[in-house]
Each structure stands twice: as C-alpha cells, then as structure tokens.
C-alpha cells in the first residue's frame, strides 16, 4: 500500500562529497539551479516524446508537454514540475542516490576553487540536480514514470547531510515535481518577478512553455497561469530573428556547457531533402574527449519531435567534439540507430553537416586566425584524426592541420601545408616530416641536420595521432610527404651549384671503408646494415627504417599498447668525418671495439627517443671507456 514502503539510504560517497560542496562552498551564481531543473525537465520531455512514439497510451489522455515553476513564500518553498516521462522507484534510485558513472568523480577532479566558475561547471558533468542544495536545506521528489499505475508514484526526500529516505506514494499525474525548501538568506527566489527573470535569462530557448501563476496582489494566483519564455525551437525560427545571446543560452542548453561557444552554424536546407542544422564548436574540449565510452554527438529531431539523444551517425568520429541539433522533415518518426546507419537520407544529412562544419572551419581559418589557433589548440589532436576516416574530404582536412616545424619556435603548432608549400624551395620534391614521442626529442634528432645544413623546412610531429594521420595522408595537392628517418632522402636537387650529391655519397662510403662490414658484424641481428650518412653532419650514427617498414617511434607506441609487432631491423648509419668515428676506424679488433659499437649503436636509439634494451650494459661500458680515457690522461 503506498506509504508504507519508506525507506532509508545512504548517499554513494561520492555523491556526499559533491552534496558538502554544494552546501557549503558554491554560493555564486545560484540561480544556476532554476535552469538545471528546469533543463532536466525538457530532457523529461523529449524522452516521453520519444517513448510515446512506439506506444501513444505513455500520454495518459495529455499531449500538453510543459514545465510549471511555482513559489510559495509562506512556505518558503520553489517547486519545477514536468509532465514528462517521469521516473519510476528504480531510476530515482540509480539517478539520483547513486550515481554509477563517472560523471560525478570527473566533476569534483576538475573543480579549480572558483566558486563561480565550479558552479558553472554543474550541468557539464551531469550533476545538475543537486545544485538545488545551493539554495535549499531540504529536496523533496515525487515522481511517476509514464504508462504505470497511479500507485506506483514515488517520493524522495533529502536534507543533503548523507542519507535520504524513499517511499511508494500514490500519483495520478505522470511526470516529476521536484519541491526545495529553501535556506535561511535565500528569500530572493520567492519573488515571482526574479524567478520570471532567471527563467528569460537562462530557459528562454526551451521549446516546450515554462508556465508560472499569475502575479496576484497577495501572491501567485494559481487559478490563471501564464507561458514565460518564447516556447518555440530556437533552430525553427529565422537567423535574423535570433540574438547572439539567444544563440549561446541554448548552446549552454544542449551541450550542458559552461562557457560560451567558439563559434556556431545555423542553415536550413531545402530542395531534395529538408532538414535544419544548429550546430556549435566549443570553446574547450570536453571532460571525456578521449574516453572509449563517451556520449557524443548530435540531437535529432523530426518534425521537431525529440528522436535521439546523441546520434552518432550525423557526424564522423573527428568531429565528436560538434554539439548541437539536426531537425529532419523527411525522416519517418519512428527511425531507429539501426535505420540510421543504413538511411540514404542520414548520409545525405551526414555530408551536408560535415560540408557546414568544414566550410566555417575554413573561414574562421583565413578570417579569423587568432580563433582558430584556439580551435586547434582544443580540438587538433581530433582532427588529425580525419584524414584517415573521411576520405572524401581528405585534402579540405589537410588544409585545416597545423603542425610545429623547424622553422617555428616552440612546440605551438601554426604551420598549414600551404604555408609549407610556399616556402618550399625550387626543385624539393617532398613535404619533410619526422615523428616522435615529444617535440623536444623530433627538433634534436641528428636526422635533421642536413636539412638545416641545406634550410630545408622538417615538420615536427609528436602527437601519439601523428603516426596514423601520416599512414593515411601519403600527399597534398599533388606533392608526396617523405619522413626524414626513413628510406634514403634525396636531396640531390637541392645541391649547391657544381656539386654532385651521388659522388659525395661515393665517397662518404669510401671513406667509411671496411668499418661498416666491422660493425654489422658486431652488432648482428640488431641491424640491417651499416651505410655512410649523407644525412648527418654534427652527430656520429643514427638509425634509418626502410622506406616501407614502421617507423621505430610507431614500433614503441604499438608496443606500450600492449601490441606484438614484429621488429624491423633499422640500418645504422655512420658519419664517416665525425672524431668518434674515425676513433673506431682506428680501434683494433677486440673488446674495446665491441664496447664503442654497442656504445654509438645505443646513443643512436636514445637520440631518437628510444629505450635501451640493455641500460646497464650502455652505462658499464661508457663508464669503462671513460676511465680508460681518464688514465690515459693521467699516464700523460
């Protein structure tokens, strides 16, 4: 019999740290809490939209969605009521006393002690309905999910302090009254003229009314109630009717952001197909950019019914970062995920959306440069991510990327591949890069010197993406890239006047002698060969990978993943002019000649950013070859 189920339950500790926080640490921006009920209303709404789709009965006689804000001062009580889907005893269970994701621990690891700005961050990680405990003492719930009996209604109740209570209740209507009891000093939300201008600042693009009662002469009058915001889709209404703050109040709406956006998209196509787009660039990347289980991409509407939540099939995997609607005219109303991922007409929607989002990208690109070098701060790593996935729009997407080179300083990466091409000297053949695990380690690899010898621009790659995007991007407008730490590298055509590059490569090798045949001997398995360096000018030896074969930096990072690659052997190659070498030539067969080969083969994988298979033997024998070199001294 309802009321007789009552219960006691203990907050998931995590739920308490972040009730204490609301409680006692976040009292700027209060108000905030009026527009996460009331978001989590319309998020209500569009669900029961949605459900009642397969089964019209979840309207129970109503197809009047709203939200109503009502205030009592004598009570001292603001209560936000949906008619929406409503919960049943399990979901206010699992939504509300224990949370499981992780939502609620990524929030408080990223709180900065701003009270403002950790307020902000409330909606953004799917914790807005406890900010009623800034203003309120006591939370009252009392909810019925749609399609269940009137005696399956249920209430929850809280102070905040740890525990809240749960009993079955009797409910006639479907939906959720949330009822907060305010604390002492918070009188300013009992005036209907402020809760009436929280709801127009924050809620006014809420497309379902927001109703309060009547401002009476002794109160709210509940007997007539009014709409207070404009109730209509923002995305319906033309772009010239719609203010700039209008635009980032509903971005903050359906991304649950706390900043303003970068930037936003808003067309209407129309012809064969009929759909609106709404689309938003963040500011800042989101919390769970690079979690395997993150919720991303768009809401699609149809005929402005709420379809789906999240709807991946809109967007690439680059651009998961993009929030905001798609309202589809010729999408059936029952379309699922799986129609989706096979409907012409998505894949139509899908290229439209990508076309806007890459056409904007573009302009803020030339226009407004200072913009985007914020938009590649945040989301670049993303967008390396877009050559190897959309094909059809690899060369646009390679015009987007911005990489550090040697030309720049710093790790900043502001170079495109037109700025490149432009100071590309005549008759270079290639777009020079090298990859490597930190930009420190890619701007000191000895496999650069000839390039500097010859101001030859290398672009610096050290994000772990980097190596993927360079397996899928192989040219751009026309001209190869070609990685400096592989294959043999031609510069023959960049030559000085009255200079033969393939002689001085003759007799580099010359020089070089039968030491090569010496060293490949030692070393073994763990070289291909070794070759005179036409490449090196200041170090003694570096490793070079075969043209085709992973790049040794690729090889590390398929390892640390826990992958089984099989393993290349590079080729060493020596400077035939550097002292150390010219040391070796002239050391004889035996153990000393061993050590100096071990010793410049392992400099040649820490120079590239390697790991030693052995670092104590590396440090024995230099330590042993640096007190022979200390007695000789001595001696002398």
């Not at 969605?65 to 929406?84: F, H, K, Q, W």
Request: one cysteine or more.
């Amino acid at each position: 019999m309802a009321g007789e189920q009552q219960e006691t339950h203990s907050f998931q500790a995590e739920v308490s740290q972040l009730l204490h926080l609301m409680i006692h640490s976040l009292y700027s921006s209060k108000e905030i809490f009026l527009r996460e009920l009331i978001s989590n209303g319309a998020d209500a709404a569009d669900k029961l939209r949605f459900e009642a789709i397969a089964d019209e009965a979840l309207w129970e006689g109503d197809e009047e969605l709203r939200i109503e804000v009502d205030y009592d001062p004598e009570a001292r009580t603001v209560s936000v009521t949906d008619n929406g889907i409503g919960m049943s005893r399990d979901d206010v269970v699992e939504n509300i006393g224990t949370i499981a994701r992780s939502g609620t621990r990524a929030f408080v690891d990223q709180l900065t002690g701003d009270q403002a700005r950790d307020a902000e961050l409330i909606g953004q990680f799917g914790v807005g309905f406890y900010s009623a405990f800034i203003v309120a003492d006591r939370v009252t719930v009392e909810s019925r999910r749609a399609g269940m009996g009137a005696e399956h209604g249920v209430r929850w109740e809280s102070d905040g302090e740890g525990e809240y209570t749960l009993e079955t209740i009797e409910r006639p209507e479907r939906g959720t009254r949330i009822t907060l009891h305010l604390r002492e000093g918070e009188d300013e939300f009992l005036e209907g003229m402020r809760l009436r201008h929280i709801i127009r600042t924050w809620s006014d693009h809420i497309g379902l009314p927001i109703r309060m009662p009547k401002q009476g002469e002794e109160g709210p009058d509940r007997s007539e109630w009014e709409t207070v915001n404009q109730a209509s889709a923002l995305w319906t209404r033309p772009r010239n009717e719609i203010g700039e703050e209008e635009y980032k109040g509903f971005y903050k709406h359906v991304a649950h952001d706390f900043e303003d956006p970068l930037t936003w998209i808003h067309a209407r196509v129309e012809g064969k197909l009929e759909y609106t787009l709404l689309l938003y660039i963040p500011q800042r990347a989101p919390f769970d950019l690079w979690e395997r289980e993150q919720r991303h991409g768009l809401k699609l509407y149809v005929r402005r019914v709420f379809i789906l939540e999240d709807s991946q099939q809109l967007l690439p995997h680059y651009l998961r970062f993009v929030r905001g609607v798609v309202d589809s005219a010729d999408l059936p109303l029952n379309v699922s995920r799986e129609i989706l991922q096979s409907s012409k007409i998505t894949e139509s929607i899908r290229a439209g959306a990508v076309k806007r989002v890459l056409d904007r990208l573009e302009s803020m690109a030339k226009d407004e440069p200072e913009n985007y070098a914020a938009f590649w701060g945040q989301f670049g790593a993303v967008m390396k991510e877009g050559p190897g996935e959309d094909f059809a729009n690899q060369e646009r997407l390679a015009g987007l990327l911005r990489f550090a080179s040697t030309r720049g300083e710093g790790a900043e990466q502001t170079v495109s591949l037109d700025d490149y091409i432009e100071r590309m000297h005549e008759g270079q053949k290639a777009i020079y890069y090298i990859t490597a695990e930190s930009h420190a380690a890619a701007a000191a690899s000895p496999h650069l010197e000839v390039f500097r010898k010859k101001d030859v621009e290398v672009l610096l790659l050290s994000d772990r993406v980097d190596e993927w995007l360079m397996a899928n991007l192989t040219r751009y407008k026309e001209i190869p890239f070609a990685s400096v730490t592989k294959g043999d590298v031609d510069l023959s055509d960049l030559g000085e006047e009255g200079t033969d590059e393939e002689q001085e490569k003759e007799e580099a090798q010359q020089r070089l002698g039968d030491l090569g045949e010496r060293v490949e001997k030692v070393l073994g398995e763990r070289v291909k060969g070794v070759r005179a360096s036409h490449r090196l000018t200041d170090s003694p030896a570096c490793l070079v990978a075969d043209e085709n074969a992973l790049s040794t930096n690729l090889e590390r990072m398929l390892r640390a993943a826990g992958q089984e690659v099989p393993h290349t052997p590079p080729w060493l190659e020596l400077n035939p002019d550097h002292p150390l070498v010219k040391r070796l030539e002239a050391e004889p067969e035996g153990q000393r000649f061993e050590d100096w080969t071990h010793v410049l083969f392992d400099q040649a994988v820490l120079a590239e950013g390697g790991q030693l298979e052995e670092p104590a033997g590396f440090v024995g024998r230099l330590n042993a070859l640096l007190l022979e070199i200390q007695d000789g001294g001595d001696r002398q």
